[in-house]
């Protein structure tokens, strides 16, 4: 009898801790240096990827909570394998620059379909980048690909209310969640 009630407080133990595992908060400093950039932690701060030289010499990375805050709309958020390829992004780049803005490859994948109607993450990323240089992400989209503009229907739709290619009137895109594990 004893060994039975046992065996049920570990069971009952178990599933408590596999539920709390579950819906565990993000901590950028939890996360793996791997999945670190381009994620939102439960604060709805992003997550940057930083490095330090040891005192071995050796380059170490770490995942750090920046202060930016995002807006609790995309809190505990960690961007897909397939946003990272088609908006040709890199999980293992430290800082962002507004280089990007000029490079033309860049450009292409971030104003590509599959990565602009797609992840809204990383679109407002570069959007308020963007804006800090002056720039509207969707004018320079629209001259990157020869006439096509951005749209956003204004309605909740599968791409998450994001900006569409269309041929109306730009407007600013709206991230919004979409949770997503990286593998």
């Not at 040891?54 to 946003?83: F, P, R, W």
């Not at 320079?140 to 909740?156: I, P, V």
């Amino acid at each position: 009898m004893a060994s039975m009630r046992f065996a049920l407080v570990l069971l009952l133990a178990c599933m408590i801790l596999s539920f709390q595992a579950v819906v565990a908060d993000i901590i950028c400093e939890n996360l793996a240096v791997n999945i670190c950039a381009f994620s939102v932690s439960s604060s709805a701060k992003r997550c940057v990827l930083e490095n330090s030289i040891e005192d071995d010499g050796k380059l170490e990375y770490q995942c750090k909570t920046s202060e930016v805050v995002v807006g609790s709309n995309v809190a505990e958020y960690i961007e897909t394998d397939e946003c990272v390829e088609a908006c040709g992004v890199d999980r293992e780049s430290v800082g962002m620059s507004s280089d990007a803005l000029l490079d033309p490859t860049s450009m292409a994948k971030l104003c590509s379909a599959a990565c602009y109607n797609n992840c809204p993450n990383i679109v407002a990323l570069y959007f308020d980048l963007a804006s800090g240089e002056g720039v509207y992400l969707p004018e320079l989209c629209q001259k990157r690909s020869g006439g096509l503009q951005l749209q956003s229907d204004g309605a909740a739709t599968p791409r998450r209310g994001m900006a569409e290619l269309s041929s109306d009137n730009a407007e600013a895109p709206i991230a919004t969640p979409r949770r997503g594990m990286a593998e």
